[in-house]
């Protein structure tokens, strides 16, 4: 795929409390490399609230003209541009950022009218996206934290492409990789005590070779990064969440397979659960990327 050299965020009234626009701006400076701010107007919802859909779109364009003037005022002597689209968010979302570097989006809702992001338009784009889309919590401020980039795997062969985004922003701050994989047994070995024991003890062992030795092959392929490894044992969402609050986490990369278009299907239960409880931003990847 060839990628656009172009960063997406998505804008609503929220802006200036959100750090989805701080975020994105921080990363157009970093790649040297334009932003393209978004604001959706739902027309579903526009047509539902009893508004003057005039009064609506003045509104879009009064908030489009202030974000302009903040990208204008940034840093970097970039080529940033704000603008307003309208239709369903995720998808008009999603549709802008094709194949562009990624896209970024806050807690709450891209619309005119402020609802909550978790469970509609970031688990739609993060499911549905063909670029990593990076979701950033309210109120976050990069130069409040000072973690490492933590990428949560899992030991099958779809790693590369968390791994490659992971390191690449790493190298970018100038900060080290957490590889991070959490796992747990079987309920099968749940009813004998001594044989769970031995089994996990185990298990424990395999995932610390498999990863220590993912993390020298990456070493390898970036000598100057510093690349950590973190297995835990427990449930998968828990030992994510919990593992990136204890290391002050600045982004937390998982990645996602897109085998279905099914809004069932959406996205795996671990990426989803995540995606509803960690407090840090959250780049989910596709493994085709």
Known sequence: MTVKPVIHVGVDGSWRDT???EWALQESLLRREPLQAVHVIDDRVRRASGLEPDLVDDTAMELITDVQKNLDASPGALDHEAGLMIGPPARILTEAAANSRMLVVGRRGLGTFKRLLIGSTSEAVAAHANVPVVVVPEHWKPSDHAGPILVALDDGDGNAAAMEFATTLATERNLPIRILHVWDLPAVFSWDAVN???VSSEWAEHAQRYFDNVAAE?????????IEVDIRRGHAVDGVVTAAEQSDAQLLVVGTHHHTRL?????GSVTRGVLHHTVCPLAVVPTQF
């Open 218 to 226: 990456w070493h390898q392929k970036y000598p100057n990064l510093t």
């Open 263 to 267: 809004a069932s299907a959406l996205l």
């Open 19 to 21: 750090g989805a626009l």
């Open 196 to 198: 769970t024991a031995g």
